[in-house]
């Protein structure tokens, strides 16, 4: 029987890992993906609290983020292909019009 | 020491490297296929923790279409330039999500364990369990759930269009 | 000399008295353009007749009662503290409400011949409405801000007429001057009455009631009685033109010739006179304020007199003249004659009046020219002129019987007798007579006797004033002579006229030492000196003689020019005071208000935009830096929690 924080840490860690990417990584696809990860540790903690604590709403909430995960996912590459299109870069940091 | 501890271990010391492959490999494709290795191994622990409906969803449309659709987009665009690395950013950016770990984990395990509950029930977690929960009581956001994958489908196509 | 209880009868009445000038003000303000001229002016007179036959109603039957109010509504409430817009006419109030309504009827009488042809006389009859409304709130205010408004008001019309002929610069700058001076006395008018209210109310009484102060006198403390009645004083003195602030007096002959008569001999100058008879017993606790008063009216009478002496326009004149007999005013006020104060106050209205209206006949007659060297022989062209202003004449200088005799020997025999006059009073006074005199049967003889020496093309112009013009100065002539005869000493036939106000100055005056015999050879002295002035002027200017310019050039020309410079007293207070002042404005106004206060305000504008200048840098548009701050935020608030546990 794997306690429970085992899976919390874990969770905490990956979460960490994903923050990383999002952070550094200039490539906006792999920021993408790391965002992916984030939620991914998030539904982790989500299912392993559904399972100590024994309710069904946990299942039914990383449920949720999945499918809006995907609709994000969607969008946000369409967006990134556009983006593209433009400007032949992924490299958050060229992408600046928004400054002051 | 029990098994599913052993089997615990593993799965997640694969799981960390396999992120930490997703976040520091250079190339992109190596990158998405180590988040799909990543999202393989979360299912198996979902499996683990007596949510298997919820763990074949997430092989079926996060690994299987979510990650398809990234590798799409991946060779569609087919980017060639390298990205800079500056090393200062990398060590504060390290130095912040050790941080967060480190105060995330803090946090979380200062709850006491709770009995196990789940241990005696054969239906939890399975696709009729859940099926009810969500038809019964989260209905409601269960069908502005589709009107949402509309919408993101129609957004998709009209900002991903060509211009004519 | 505590003053009788009176009844007091309220009667509506009262508040139309200022209240028809105002409204004929406003109707010739608004239509007067529409009516016309002479319709605008003969609703003015019509006005200001109005008024005159409601304050004699109320003079007639005032004895009977006692005295009126009329309360119109209150003002000011605030706790205790209340101030109404409330009128009184007692025995004072009703002298005052004659000399205004009655002697301003006759201005406007004649300002409908003299302002006939003047373009603005619309304008004109409209402010001159206006002041006769003020005026009548300044004597018949029952409380001292009523009568404040009206003082403030006053020199508001006097402004305006002053620069009533606005295109020439000079006008103006007179007007400006008139009312800036006023304004320094108003400064300590109001001081003054703000002191006056704390200092009751620190008593626990809160009132501006003439009665009510009245009543409450004594309860406050002797020094600061003083330094309430000082400051009083000072705004009397502004408004009264005694020293140091008389200087607007003489320039204020650029007004109109009726302006001059109404306003600055007859009216509004007396009103610092009457303010403090109104509020004597106030002053009467104050003796340091009144040897001060009395000691600057005796100064002021003879210094003006002095002045009167060399000057050459016929207005210049009259004017030092008019500064010169307020200030024997001021010395019966000072001695705490204050019933003869206001007699001399009354006399001088009349013959004063008919003196400036009389010279405006011969500016009229002579088309603008008023320097006495142009002038000379006019007797034959201006005969009715010419006897008014002989008796006129003869009343200031003090002939026997005139109006001005008893007034101005009242006053001498008070500086003279009284506890707090002194033989140096009443000797600066005598001298001051005798100069009176003199300066004035100059006058007369400069302008209608001896050879023409007006300019050709004018002289063929000369014509007698209309009756428009001429009634007036006979009636103010006759009054010259009679107007006195209400107040004869007691070894003739009495004074009506301190009987008349005795209700509130509290009867006979105490004649400290001097008997009768004292007072006839005062007398004789007096006519002695009027006479050795008569004299003197007929020698040196009654005929052809060299007299007048050797006189001119005595001891160099210095003393003369002196004179005829008037003591250089506005050059000095330009050096002293107009010059640093404006040097301080400038100096304010381009170096100070653009330097500092914009400085300032513009620093904080710089400070915020230095500010934001540098904290914009964090918008960076680099989503991943945006990400940061959240991680940041995100770490703080999780030590936070951390804490908590």
Known sequence: MVPLDYYLILSAVIFAIGVIGVLVRRNLIVVLMSIELMLNAVNLTFITFSRFLGSMQGQVIVFFVMAVAAAEAVIGLAIVISVFRHRRSLDPQEMQLLKW | ?164 | MVATTQAVVTVDLLRWMPLIPLLASLINMFFGARLGRKTAGGLACAAVLASFAIALYVFWLLPATGMFRDTVYTWIESGSFQVKLSFQVDALTAVMLLVVTGIGFLIHIYSLGYMGHDEGMVRFFVYLNLFIFFMLLLVMGDNLLVLFIGWEGVGLCSYLLIGFWYHDHANTIAGNKAFIVNRIGDFGFVLGLLLLVTELGRQGIWTLDFMELQQHVNLLSPEKITLITLLLFVGAAGKSAQIPLFVWLPDAMAGPTPVSALIHAATMVTAGAYMTARLHFLFVLAPETLSLIATIGAATAFFAATVALTQTDIKRVLAYSTVSQLGYMFVAVGIGAFSAAIFHLFTHAFFKACLFLGSGSVIHALDGEQDMRKMGGLKAYLPTTYWTYVIATLAIAGAPFTAGFFSKDFILWQAYSSPRGSTELWFVGWLTAGLTAFYMFRQLFLVFHGECRVDEHVKAHIHESPAVMTVPLVVLAAGSIFAGWLGAPEYLWGSLWDHWLQPIFGGAHEAAHGSLTDEINLTLLTLAIGGLGFLLAYFIYGRASKLPDRLASLAGGGPYRLLLHKYYIDEIYDVLIVRPFTYCSRWLAQVFDPGVIDGLVNAVARGARGFSLIWREVQTGNVQHYLAGFLAATLALLAYFLKQQ
């Open chain 2, 1 to 164: 020491m029990d098994a599913s501890i052993i089997l615990f271990y593993v799965i997640s010391v694969l799981l960390v490297l396999s992120s930490l492959m997703v976040v520091f490999l250079r190339n992109v494709v190596h990158c998405a296929l180590a988040l799909v290795a990543a999202l393989f191994l979360i299912a198996i622990l979902f499996v683990m923790l007596h949510a298997p409906m919820v763990g074949v969803l997430q092989v079926l449309v996060y690994a299987g279409a979510i990650m398809v659709l990234f590798l799409f987009v991946i060779m569609f665009l087919n980017p060639t330039a390298s990205e800079p690395r500056r090393k200062l950013w990398w060590g504060f950016g390290s130095l912040a999500a050790l941080l967060l770990a480190a105060s995330l984990a803090a946090l979380l395990s200062n709850g006491e364990a709770p009995a196990d509950p789940v241990a005696a029930t054969e239906t939890f977690g399975s696709p009729e369990t859940l099926a009810k929960s969500l038809f019964t009581d989260f209905v409601l956001p269960f069908e502005i759930t589709s009107v949402l994958l509309l919408v993101a489908i129609i957004g998709a196509v009209v900002l991903a269009k060509r211009e004519p």
